[in-house]
């Protein structure tokens, strides 16, 4: 399965004619990345691919979006990459990317992606080596740019590792206010462009492939290994918000020998208690009828949260399991 921007690569894409030039260039020096849901990126390709390869002419740019279904982590959005021979340009791609929201948000109306007349919604992708710049010391320069603007913006948390991870940097106001922030954006990014990640970042993105009832991730920034943590951070990104930040909680129960049960909770339940404090959950190890030699761990609270409890308390479960072992070995 592919994966990440579907620039440089051969043959054609959904995304119309003129998408790849024999002889030119895979990468050009300044990248910007944006993304966008069906409507927006249905808006930005045009009939037949006409108003992508527009852009591309006005702009000077090679333009690649992720093919359908290739969406970036945690989102419903095919991630638009856009690459230029100066900062300028990619100035003109952020332009008509918002001009072509601004479009789509008249015709088809108000829509919580897209957002509404008065307030448009964009998101675009920022390595996490230009996230401190844009934020600015002590906040400062996102204070400034939100004063500036009138603008709303947030930085979402890191997808992968390293600088070249990716950040989603949400931003609603006016056309202008998302020009304009996008615009201080840009400038930032390509003040990276030497960093020996750059070409990484500029070149690959974190998308997973929406496959009906299961999803399957490409994420190159993660690397390939085939491992549990590799596979977990993987769902875990690939979660939507109303999974991760629904309200009522959830819980995690197993059973653990009795024997054990002291090394659980720790002296005077020291250990609980550190995890508990540690992940906000709620922790507490019950007796079962009719079973004198087992005891129920409950974990309850926000699913990351209760995930992460359940590791550190499986983790006190085998170092109190190898202390046991241990004390019961014969003296030699």
């Not at 615009?183 to 990640?197: C, D, F, H, K, M």
């Not at 699913?303 to 170092?319: E, I, S």
């Not at 399991?321 to 014969?330: F, G, H, V």
């Amino acid at each position: 399965m592919k994966g990440g921007s579907n620039v440089g690569t051969k043959g054609k894409s959904e995304d119309g004619p003129g998408a790849k030039t024999k002889g030119s260039p895979s990468i050009l020096p300044y990248v910007m990345k944006y993304l966008a849901g069906d409507a927006l990126a249905a808006a930005i390709i045009g009939k037949g691919g006409s108003t992508i390869a527009e852009i591309r002419t006005s702009c000077n740019a090679k333009l690649g979006l992720t093919d359908k279904g290739e969406i970036f982590p945690g989102t419903e959005c095919r991630v638009l990459t856009a690459q230029a021979t100066s900062e300028a340009d990619l100035n003109q791609v952020s332009a008509q990317v918002v001009d072509k929201l601004v479009e789509l948000v008249k015709s088809a109306g108000a829509s919580e992606a897209c957002g509404n007349d008065g307030e448009l919604k964009l998101r675009a992708l920022v390595p996490r080596g230009a996230v401190g710049s844009i934020i600015g010391k002590g906040g400062g320069v996102i204070k400034e740019l939100r004063e500036s603007t009138g603008a709303k913006i947030s930085i979402g948390e890191p997808v992968g590792s390293g600088q070249n991870a990716e950040q989603i940097i949400s931003i609603s106001g006016s056309a202008e206010a998302l020009r304009t922030v996008l615009a201080e954006v840009n400038r930032q990014i390509q003040l990276l462009t030497s960093e020996p990640w750059f070409s990484t970042w500029s070149t690959t993105s974190s998308t997973m492939k929406a496959m009906g009832n299961g999803m399957t991730l490409t994420n190159p920034l993660l690397g390939g290994q085939n491992s549990g943590i590799t596979t977990m951070m993987q769902v875990a990104q690939g979660m939507p918000n109303y999974v991760m930040e629904d309200s009522r909680g959830f819980a995690l129960s197993c059973v653990v020998p009795n024997r054990l049960v002291g090394g659980l909770i720790g002296r005077g339940g020291a250990g609980t208690k550190e995890v508990q404090m540690l992940t906000g959950t709620k922790i507490g190890i019950r007796e079962i009828p009719d079973d004198p030699d087992n005891r129920s761990l409950n974990i309850a609270g926000p699913l990351a949260n209760t995930c992460a409890a359940y590791m550190l308390m499986m983790k006190r479960y085998l170092d109190s399991e190898a202390a046991s072992l241990s004390a019961a070995k014969p003296a030699r």
